[in-house]
């Protein structure tokens, strides 16, 4: 490793952000939290938006805290995928048109094409069929008569936000693999954008993963009181991608899980996999760092249970994650199971109630507390992932002998145990901040600090692990 850096990983989900510096000083990492902030959707005349004003409002918070804390050598974005956002002619960015993938118009969208057209979209690069793609939002938009002649940038998360803070527009692999139509090593792929009049050259040309993006716009080193060259760099923008990149593996080909929000569970390849069992498994193929393959199934996460949590407290129960697995942890086993992707759980609502309801619909069986509520969702989040895991290794041929559960849900210990039970499986859980760690690893590689091939054995001196055996 050449040197020492300070580095800011701007850190964004669908329910919060986070600001968090990682320092490397001789080869030892360390990390802070230096700004955390709430995000959601917003309705607004029946669709659902991110207020894109308040992101970049908070991210340019988190630079000046960091600023003002001591020189920085780079900032990093990463983000959940799919959405874009829009730069009109004149370059400046539509703020109040940034759509959040959880539009119920998305599905009816999807529900209109037959089974060979949607097909059709996933055989383009690999991409699993889901009402939240960037295809369907793209048809929607056409739909709607979208003049996409009349912009100049169509923006993903990550790049968008770089480019309100650099004024330079590029695409990054990662975060473009998401959208259904960007091939590994080819592009955007023209006769998707041709049947839908969307011209290729709004999407600006796609940079290697790392590469940096730009400097920092003049006026906010004058805001942040600095005078030197700070690089925004082209981490990979896709906070899967990130997570996956802190896999504390020296495997080639790791199984792993990344645990928020979402559940993401799959396992690295050289190349994609397209093919009709690939398409029936529900598997989907996204870029990594150095041009991997992330072969993996999305899985409704988290979620479900921040939804429960949140009708619990609007009806007065002060409770909080802990507490919720320690309930579960303590109820009755009523064999309850959920099909944690259906439908009935996808958008915002009383979670919590949903759960009970499907559970009687399908199984004839009343669940009372929170604990059977929480333990029925854990249970069904573990029986997902073994299916996820049986048809991966139907996908790939492989054998695999450890699961690297990554992300926030690998603080979890009951539900850690679970999948390690329910899969027949060593589970390894950690590091938890893992997309933001990755996110600062694609910056030191970036800058040149780190090679890709020391940064496996940084994770692992730098990070403990717990280790979950079967019982």
């Keep these: 490793m050449a040197k020492n850096a300070r580095v800011l990983a701007i850190d964004l989900g669908a329910s919060s952000g986070r600001g968090i510096l990682f320092s490397l000083v001789d080869g030892k990492l ?32 988190a630079i000046e805290i960091a600023c003002n804390e001591g020189k920085l050598d780079g900032v990093g974005i990463d983000t959940w995928g799919v959405d874009f956002g829009i730069v009109d002619k004149d370059g400046k960015v539509i703020c109040d048109d940034f759509r959040n993938y959880r539009n119920p118009a998305n599905s009816i969208v999807r529900n209109s094409l037959d089974e060979s057209a949607r097909k059709n979209l996933f055989d383009i690069a690999g991409i699993s069929d889901n009402d ?46 998401t959208s259904g139509f960007f091939r590994q090593g080819e592009g955007f792929d023209e006769n998707f954008l041709k049947s839908f009049n969307i011209p290729k050259d709004v999407f600006p040309n796609w940079v290697d993963t790392c590469s940096i993006i730009g400097d920092l716009k003049e006026n906010l080193k004058a805001k942040f009181n600095i005078d030197y060259y700070l690089p925004v760099v082209a981490t990979p923008g896709h906070d899967t ?11 080639e080909y790791p199984l792993f899980l990344s645990s928020g929000t979402w559940s993401l569970f799959g396992a690295l390849e050289d190349k994609p996999i397209v093919n009709d069992d690939a398409w029936k498994y529900g598997y989907t193929n996204e870029l990594g760092f150095g041009g991997k393959v992330r072969l993996l199934r999305n899985i409704m996460g988290m979620w479900i249970i921040q939804e429960c949590r949140r ?25 309850a199971y959920i099909d944690v992707n259906d439908s009935a759980f996808a958008l915002p609502c009383n979670m919590a109630d949903a759960v009970k309801a499907y559970v009687f619909a399908k199984q004839g069986i009343r669940l009372e507390s929170i604990g059977e509520v929480a333990r029925c969702v854990y249970t069904s989040l573990a029986k997902a992932y ?3 895991y049986d048809g991966l290794v139907k996908l790939t041929g492989r054998k695999y002998g450890k ?12 539900l850690n145990q679970i999948i390690a039970d329910t899969l027949g499986i060593e589970v390894s859980a950690g590091p938890s901040e893992a997309s933001a760690l990755g996110n600062a690893i694609g910056q030191f590689v970036g800058l040149g600090i780190v090679k890709p091939n020391q940064i496996k054995k940084l994770i692992q001196d730098n990070f403990d692990v717990k280790v979950y055996l079967l019982k």
């Design 132 to 177: 939240f793609n960037t295809t369907y939002q793209l048809i929607l938009r056409a739909r709607e008569n979208y003049d996409f002649d009349s912009i100049k940038h169509i923006l993903f998360t990550p790049q968008l936000l770089g480019y309100m803070l650099t004024g330079v527009a590029v695409s990054e692999p990662t975060i473009s693999s």
């Design 30 to 61: 360390q990390q802070q939290v230096i700004h955390r902030f709430p995000n959601g959707a917003v309705e607004r005349d029946g669709r659902l938006y991110w207020d894109l004003n308040m992101l970049y409002t908070e991210v340019v918070k």
């Design 403 to 414: 699961l690297y559960i990554i992300g926030g849900g690998a603080n979890n210990e009951y």
């Design 241 to 251: 991608a990130c997570a996956v990149l802190g896999v504390p593996s020296q495997e």
């Design 311 to 335: 009708q619990w407290i609007s009806q007065g129960e002060s409770i909080d994650y802990p507490q919720i697995v320690e309930l579960a942890k303590n109820s009755k086993d009523k064999g």
């Design 386 to 388: 073994k299916d996820a």
